[in-house]
């Protein structure tokens, strides 16, 4: 399914990053970086607390609004219950819609962001996604301290919260149309192995887009897939080459593989995760390329792997999804 | 029912990791452990004028303490990725499992915390060991006699 917007712009974005991520290639970007995994909170849920609340005070700061002058919320993360989201963003904004799309999220709040502002509902909102590397491994994984040896297709999950601004009136980024992505069950199962649980969905994505737009990739200045890492993106390259004919060699990447120095930081093995993975990534440095217009026109494609730990036990498949926003200089 | 295509071509881009090598290096670093437990056991024997029984109990708790120690400082996790799981067959595995689980839900307080989670992992060990304990006793029991 996509959708046209006419009158929607992100005004602003402001991006707060974890020690990992500082460590990375992108460190100048992010608003805000800090050194350890707590910031100074008693526990990890608590400090992704922060990082969501830090988030919203920097745009606020950036964007010279209030708390009062925000129309609408949309916010989402990984742990039960979205509770980094409601804590974070508790007496911000007029109204709030919690979302879940584990780490397809960041995008699928702008998409409901947008809708509200294209059908003139708001005139502004603001767009929240967190992860906590910490946070994320007590609840899906094992405890955090606890050192069981994970193979090299494993991801890690990104430390850091991104808060955008979305406006009816005319900024220079545009966001031009949107693609909502359906639920892809290709029988994979391996947690350790997000990327290709997750490249099916970007692969189903990316083909709507191209067939409901009648665009091919040429008309995208970049396209990005969220959190696949570096062997999920080569298999949506190659199989999107192979089954569709739809070249991607020359201006796709994945934000997982770009967040972190993946040659340096050997503890994120195949790349970064999580719903502020492709949120730092675009809403930092892709976001400031846009705005000196280096990049005219970009397509992000976040995926997530709908699971729980649960049902993987119950040895269930993982399901993926994936949504996209095209991106443009206005 | 799998995507054969897909299958095929995800298959093509996959992590090459050598069992072969994780396992040389858990068996040397495993290796390592035991020889210097030998050591810390001889040490005791001599210096406290311990039997043997008495000094690896002192030896086990001597390891324990220390695998407990290097989770709490946390570097514990670190160090089994660079060695693998040599580091945790011996009973520093056990002693890690359980640190690293209290610490998670130490937040949590006594009770609904550390209390109720601090076996999350290590539960399965005594469980299956108790039940395996049983089994070979069991099996000594029929085939070798009740004494």
Redesign the interface.
């Known amino acids: 399914m996509t959708f046209k917007y006419d009158n929607v712009y992100l005004k602003d974005t402001a991006t707060i990053a974890g020690p990992y991520e500082k460590e990375g290639p992108l460190k100048k970007y992010f608003d805000k970086t800090y050194n350890d995994l707590y910031f100074g909170e008693?526990?990890f849920?608590l400090a992704e607390i922060k990082l969501v609340k830090d988030a919203l005070v920097m745009l606020m700061k950036k964007t010279s609004l209030t708390k009062n002058d925000i129309d609408l919320v949309v916010g989402g993360d990984l742990l039960n219950q979205i509770t980094a989201t409601t804590y974070g963003s508790c007496n911000v904004g007029k109204s709030f819609i919690g979302i879940y799309g584990a780490c397809s999220s960041s995008v699928l709040g702008m998409i409901v962001a947008s809708d509200f502002i294209d059908s003139k509902r708001v005139e502004n909102a603001v767009t929240l996604v967190s992860s906590h590397n910490m946070s994320s491994e007590?609840q899906f994984r094992?405890?955090?301290?606890?050192?069981?040896?994970?193979?090299?297709?494993a991801t890690f999950t990104a430390t850091g919260a991104t808060a955008c601004l979305l406006t009816n009136k005319k900024t220079d980024v545009k966001i031009e149309c949107a693609t909502l992505g359906k639920i892809i069950d290709?029988?994979q199962n391996d947690p350790n192995?997000m990327g290709?649980v997750m490249?099916?969905a970007a692969i189903d994505t990316l083909k709507t887009h191209f067939q409901e737009t009648g665009r091919s990739p040429k008309d995208y200045d970049l396209i990005l897939t969220g959190d696949l890492g570096r062997?999920?993106k080569?298999?949506v390259k190659?199989?999107m080459f192979?089954?569709y004919k739809v070249d991607l060699k020359e201006n796709y990447n994945d934000c997982g593989v770009m967040l972190y120095d993946i040659a340096l930081q050997k503890?994120v093995k195949?790349g970064g995760s999580g719903p502020a993975c492709s949120a730092l990534v675009s809403f930092s440095y892709i976001y400031s390329l846009l705005k000196e217009k280096k990049l005219k026109k970009v397509l992000l494609i976040a995926t997530g792997a709908l699971f729980s730990p649960t049902l993987v036990y119950q040895k269930e498949n993982i399901y993926s999804i994936a949504h996209a926003i095209s991106l443009e200089v206005a | 029912m799998k995507n054969i295509k897909y299958e095929r071509i995800a298959n093509n881009h996959k992590s090459e990791e050598s069992r072969v090598k994780n396992a040389v290096i858990a068996f040397l670093s495993g290796g390592v452990l035991g020889f210097f437990a030998e050591w810390l056991l001889n040490f005791y024997c001599n210096i406290f004028d311990l039997s043997r029984t008495d000094a690896s109990t002192l030896m086990i708790v001597t390891f324990i303490f220390l695998a407990s120690l290097a989770t709490a400082l946390g570097f514990f996790d670190k160090l089994v990725n660079r060695f693998k799981c040599g580091l945790l067959i011996p009973i520093t595995g056990f002693a890690h499992s359980m640190t690293s689980s209290a610490m998670d839900y130490k937040k949590e307080g006594l009770i609904y915390g550390i209390g109720m989670n601090i076996f999350k992992l290590a539960g399965c060990v005594i469980l299956y060991g108790v039940v395996s304990a049983w089994f070979f006793g069991m099996i000594r029991y029929f085939i070798g006699g009740a004494s």
């Open positions: 008693a526990s849920e007590k094992n405890p955090t301290e606890y050192g069981a040896p994970k193979p090299d297709s290709y029988d192995d290709r490249a099916p062997y999920g080569e298999i190659d199989y192979t089954t503890e195949a």
